[in-house]
């Protein structure tokens, strides 16, 4: 009987170990996990906000605003360069390229704040070298190995979130964790080898605390409150052990609040953010107002010109399928603003009511490049600075300022040039008077293969049958 019940209870004790290894490890490798996708989805989500584009570099890096050549030290995606460049304190900076240049994104070191005091490391890594972390004193060092108890994870730009535990709260999970094996341990050996009398009461705490053990984990596994129920036991060791674990698991618990606490925090400054970039959506929008109804006001000719266009390009982009929101998006006001160059053309040249002169007509072609001037200082408006630069581009080549034919010219752009012929047709210019429909829908016509693609000019009819009752 003495031996049986010996195994017995050194079975029992395997048991609540492996469970508790089993519990322990991943505790542990979860909860590095957690942490590493959220400082990844937060690094993400920063690095893709246009609030932290600080300058736009040309093709060679150099910076216009600072009057400074940065090629030595940035290039493009993210960089190893730590100092602040348009910040007095260290930040991240990740170049992306754009058609005439280079963006440079740079975020201070106080807008990454990774979580403080929580027992972890965070680090932020490009090409082996730590280039943030909460733990000042590793920033600019090589990431010579990764401990074992460590999580990454990869950002779209090419940065690598890595969460190690710290030493100090490695030892203190194990000294919670395993603590009370040990004190089981030690407890049912002295039970078995000097008191026998108290193995059926032993046996029933045993399973008792085995089954509260496995209602925590189920807890945990589940994501639900942890509740450790406690029970009146016969045995004093057994009470006094449950106590300890009770405390155990209140200190677990606590563990559990503070990541609940930065899980918050994250939401509040992902709010922040969003708030950030709705206030520059507005403002982009008001400024869009304010340089369309400058363009209105300067060319007393057009009137609603650019409204009509933009209207009319919508429905083609609808004809020929283009769902892309920035697509449509930069259809929309590359139509409203094609013409914002004209800004920088005379009014005499504007108003001319007859034929320009060559001179003249050079001078005009120059508000297509005006225009994609003005609109590239908006950070993120490069596909409305492509519409604004070639609405004036022919199919055949012979268009400008680039000279650009077929497939050359992007589909949005082609859209707001058939979409501005139209409207000027009908339209009375100072030189002539607006010519009827049907006319204008000829004169359309008899430039298909020359100005015109056959695939835009067959959208564009589609669309005119649609919206052909806008025309005043």
Not at 65 to 93: A, H, R, T, W
Not at 256 to 285: F, G, H, P, S, V
Request: with cysteine.
């Amino acid at each position: 009987m003495k031996v049986f019940s010996k195994w017995y209870l050194i079975i029992i004790f395997i048991i609540i170990l492996i469970l508790e290894i089993f519990i322990f490890t991943r505790f542990l490798y979860n909860d590095l996990k957690v942490s590493s996708k959220m400082a990844s989805t937060f690094l993400t989500n920063l690095m893709n906000s246009e609030f932290f584009v600080v300058t736009k570099l040309d093709e060679h890096f150099y910076d216009s605003n600072l009057g400074q050549d940065f090629s030595k030290i940035l290039k493009e995606g993210p960089n190893e360069y730590l100092e602040g460049i348009y910040y007095s304190v260290k930040s991240l900076k990740y170049v992306k390229k754009v058609e005439d240049g280079y963006l440079l994104y740079e975020i201070p070191e106080t807008v990454l704040n990774m979580p403080q005091k929580s027992g972890k490391i965070y680090m932020v890594v490009y090409n082996n070298k730590i280039v943030y972390s909460n733990e000042k004193t590793l920033i600019g060092s090589a990431l010579n190995k990764k401990g074992f108890l460590t999580e990454s994870s990869d950002t779209i730009f090419g940065y690598k979130v890595i969460v190690m535990l710290e030493l100090s709260r490695f030892f203190m999970y194990i000294l919670l964790f395993f603590t009370p094996i040990i004190l089981i341990f030690v407890l049912l050996m002295y039970i078995i080898l000097h008191n026998q009398r108290y193995y059926n009461n032993l046996l029933i705490s045993v399973e008792t605390l085995s089954e509260s053990l496995k209602q925590v984990y189920n807890d945990i596994k589940n994501g639900k409150e942890i509740n450790f129920c406690t029970y009146e036991m016969k045995n004093v060791e057994m009470k006094k052990l449950q106590l300890i674990l009770y405390d155990i698991i209140q200190e677990i618990k606590d563990v559990y609040k503070e990541y609940a606490k930065t899980i918050e925090d994250l939401d509040l400054k992902m709010m922040e953010l969003e708030e950030i970039n709705k206030a520059l959506m507005e403002r982009d929008i008001q400024l869009i107002s304010v340089l369309a109804e400058a363009v209105e006001i300067k060319d007393s000719a057009t009137g609603n010109h650019s409204k009509k266009v933009a209207e009319i390009a919508l429905k083609i982009a609808e004809e020929l399928g283009v769902k892309d929101s920035e697509e449509l998006e930069a259809i929309k006001y590359g139509a409203i603003l094609h013409d914002i160059g004209k800004i920088g053309i005379p009014e005499s040249i504007l108003n001319k009511p007859g034929k320009l002169t060559p001179e003249e007509f050079e001078l005009m072609k120059k508000h297509t490049i005006f225009g994609e001037k003005i609109i590239s200082t908006i950070p993120g408006w490069n596909l409305v600075a492509d519409i604004i630069r070639h609405h004036h581009e022919n199919w055949d080549g012979s268009g400008y300022p680039d000279g650009l034919k077929n497939g050359e010219i992007s589909l949005r752009a082609q859209i707001v040039s058939i979409s501005d012929v139209f409207i000027a047709l009908i339209e009375d210019r100072p030189y002539r008077k607006a010519m009827t429909i049907d006319e204008a829908l000829d004169v359309i016509k008899s430039m298909v293969n020359k100005k015109f693609s056959e695939k835009i000019y067959n959208a564009f009819l589609r669309a005119f049958h649609k919206l052909n009752d806008f025309v005043d």
